[in-house]
């Protein structure tokens, strides 16, 4: 099993940042790929960038060039750094770690973007 506790939601005006973080315990090793997710209400969940335990990352074309998705060096946690945000970046945003085939799911932070 794997837990997941996210952090650094909030609300923060258009053009400003936010910096996510996820810290996982339990079973955290032979995790292949973490990531963090969004969910807009009355919208499907969907993923906005994932790393895997080599490095390589992945991201949705509305976030690239404005977040970055990082490892902490013990791969037990995981940040998203979010600049330049939109209205359209409301969400509850979801960390997501993959361990042998299952993923597992944290409780969502909420980020909300309005002046």
């Known amino acids: 099993q794997v837990q997941l506790v996210e952090s650094g939601g909030g609300l923060v005006q258009p053009g400003g940042s936010l910096r996510l973080s996820c810290v996982a315990s339990g079973s955290i090793f032979s995790i292949t790929s973490m990531g963090w997710y969004r969910q807009a209400p009355g919208k499907e969940r969907e993923l906005v960038a994932t790393?895997?335990?080599?490095?390589?990352?992945n991201y949705a074309d509305s976030v690239k060039g404005r977040f970055t998705i990082s490892r902490g060096n013990a791969g037990s946690t995981l940040h998203l750094q979010m600049n330049s945000l939109k209205p359209e970046d409301t969400a509850v945003y979801y960390c997501?770690?993959?361990?042998?085939?299952?993923?597992?799911w944290g409780q969502g932070t909420q980020v909300t973007v309005s002046s």
């Open positions: 997501r770690a993959d361990r042998l085939y299952l993923p597992y």
């Open positions: 790393i895997t335990s080599g490095g390589s990352t």
